[in-house]
């Protein structure tokens, strides 16, 4: 059996390094390359249903499409104090961390426990799928004033 050619941990340092450069740019200057590289053409993420921005988004596209009505919300997307849960060999793990959001419209800060679930290729060095748990979602609609239906 070969070793992978990548960790878990490079390719989720990899992807929150061009995340936090996406989201923190000037809309006319966004550049989804960095975010691109790090994600399968298979990607699946999947946005709980409470959020504004809830749906499953496929392939980079999707990707790009959430990553979007994200950085249109907040200037700060900063996953931080992460801890990966990995079993060597294994594509899935978690991610126990807290994420810092800054509100673009308003720059009210929100920092608060979040956890990831994600499958990664190791071999290719990208993400399949993400699925994302927030710990105050209420707290993060009232922020954006976000009232779901």
Avoid: C
């Amino acid at each position: 059996m070969s070793t992978p050619k990548h960790t878990a941990r490079s390719i989720l340092e990899s992807f929150y390094a061009a995340e936090r450069v996406y989201m923190s740019s000037d809309p006319s200057t966004r550049d989804f390359s960095g975010i691109a590289a790090v994600v399968s053409p298979d990607f699946r993420l999947e946005q709980t249903s409470a959020l504004p921005y809830a749906g499953t988004y496929t392939g980079p596209q999707g990707m790009q499409d959430w990553a979007t009505a994200m950085a249109d919300y907040f200037s700060v997307v900063d996953v931080q104090e992460l801890e990966i849960f990995e079993r060597e060999g294994s594509s899935k793990v978690m991610v126990l961390s807290n994420v810092h959001f800054r509100v673009r419209a308003t720059g009210q800060d929100l920092v608060f426990p979040f956890t990831q679930a994600i499958t990664v290729d190791l071999e290719k060095g990208v993400m399949t799928e993400l699925r994302p748990f927030y710990w105050d979602v209420a707290a993060v609609n009232k922020a954006i004033g976000f009232v779901p239906e």
